[in-house]
C-alpha cells in the first residue's frame, strides 16, 4: 500500500489566509530578525552566495535582507496577500507563473534570486523547487497543525542538501492554555 499522508486540518489553510485578510498577523515583525542576522555566517557555514528556504515566509523581511547579502531565496506562503505585499513593498518588480506541479503560482523577480511559491507548503517537492544549502525557518514548525508537524519534518528533510544547515526559531507553550492543534501560539 503507497505512503499516504494522512489529511490536512480542514480549517488551517483558511485560517492564515483569514488571519493576513483580517490583518492579524501579530507575528509579521517590521524588522529583520535578530537571530537571523547573528547566526546567518553560522547558517551559511560561512560561505556567501546560497540557495536559502524559507517556510511559510509571509513577507517576512528576513527574504529581503537574505537577497541583500546575495543569496538566493526561496519561500513558500500560503497567503496571497503576503506575497503580494511582500513585493510592493519591498519595490521589487516580479512575475508570475503557474506551477501545476505544485498548485499553485510562482512570484519572481527578473533575477530570478527571490522565489516566493503561493500555495500549500505540503505541495512543495525538491523536483520543483531544488534542494538547498540551508533553511531558515522562523516559526513555520510551530504554525503548521500538530497532526501535520512530522510530515513537515519530513519535507523539510528532503528539501535539505548535503550538510544543510536548518536555523530554526519555535517556542514551547502551555497546551492548556492554547487549545487546538494548530496555530501553537498565535
Given at each position: 500500500?503507497?505512503?499516504?499522508p494522512?489529511?490536512?486540518?480542514?480549517?488551517?489553510?483558511?485560517?492564515?489566509?483569514?488571519?493576513?485578510?483580517?490583518?492579524?498577523?501579530?507575528?509579521?515583525?517590521?524588522?529583520?530578525?535578530?537571530?537571523?542576522?547573528?547566526?546567518?555566517?553560522?547558517?551559511?557555514?560561512?560561505?556567501?552566495?546560497?540557495?536559502?528556504?524559507?517556510?511559510?515566509?509571509?513577507?517576512?523581511?528576513?527574504?529581503?535582507?537574505?537577497?541583500?547579502?546575495?543569496?538566493?531565496?526561496?519561500g513558500?506562503?500560503?497567503?496571497?496577500?503576503?506575497?503580494?505585499?511582500?513585493?510592493?513593498?519591498?519595490?521589487?518588480?516580479?512575475?508570475?507563473?503557474?506551477?501545476?506541479?505544485?498548485?499553485?503560482?510562482?512570484?519572481?523577480?527578473?533575477?530570478?534570486?527571490?522565489?516566493?511559491?503561493?500555495?500549500?507548503?505540503?505541495?512543495?517537492?525538491?523536483?520543483?523547487?531544488?534542494?538547498?544549502?540551508?533553511?531558515?525557518?522562523?516559526?513555520?514548525?510551530?504554525?503548521?497543525?500538530?497532526?501535520?508537524?512530522?510530515?513537515?519534518?519530513?519535507?523539510?528533510?528532503?528539501?535539505m542538501k548535503?550538510?544543510?544547515?536548518?536555523?530554526?526559531?519555535?517556542?514551547?507553550?502551555?497546551?492548556?492554555?492554547?487549545?487546538?492543534?494548530?496555530?501553537?501560539?498565535?
Open positions: 500500500m503507497a505512503d499516504v494522512p489529511p490536512r486540518a480542514e480549517t488551517d489553510i483558511e485560517y492564515w489566509n483569514d488571519q493576513w485578510k483580517k490583518g492579524k498577523t501579530v507575528w509579521q515583525k517590521e524588522y529583520v530578525h535578530l537571530r537571523l542576522q547573528k547566526h546567518h555566517d553560522k547558517l551559511l557555514s560561512g560561505k556567501s552566495r546560497m540557495k536559502i528556504f524559507v517556510p511559510l515566509c509571509g513577507k517576512s523581511l528576513d527574504i529581503k535582507w537574505l537577497y541583500d547579502q546575495g543569496d538566493t531565496v526561496v513558500v506562503e500560503v497567503a496571497e496577500i503576503a506575497v503580494r505585499d511582500f513585493f510592493k513593498e519591498q519595490q521589487l518588480y516580479f512575475v508570475t507563473e503557474d506551477i501545476e506541479a505544485v498548485n499553485g503560482t510562482l512570484f519572481k523577480t527578473q533575477d530570478n534570486r527571490i522565489q516566493i511559491y503561493l500555495g500549500d507548503v505540503f505541495d512543495i517537492n525538491s523536483s520543483v523547487v531544488g534542494t538547498f544549502d540551508a533553511m531558515w525557518d522562523r516559526g513555520g514548525l510551530g504554525s503548521v497543525c500538530r497532526q501535520d508537524r512530522q510530515r513537515y519534518a519530513k519535507l523539510m528533510a528532503s528539501l548535503p550538510n544543510c544547515h536548518y536555523l530554526l526559531e519555535t517556542h514551547v507553550y502551555d497546551s492548556t492554555k492554547h487549545p487546538g492543534t494548530c496555530r501553537a501560539y498565535y
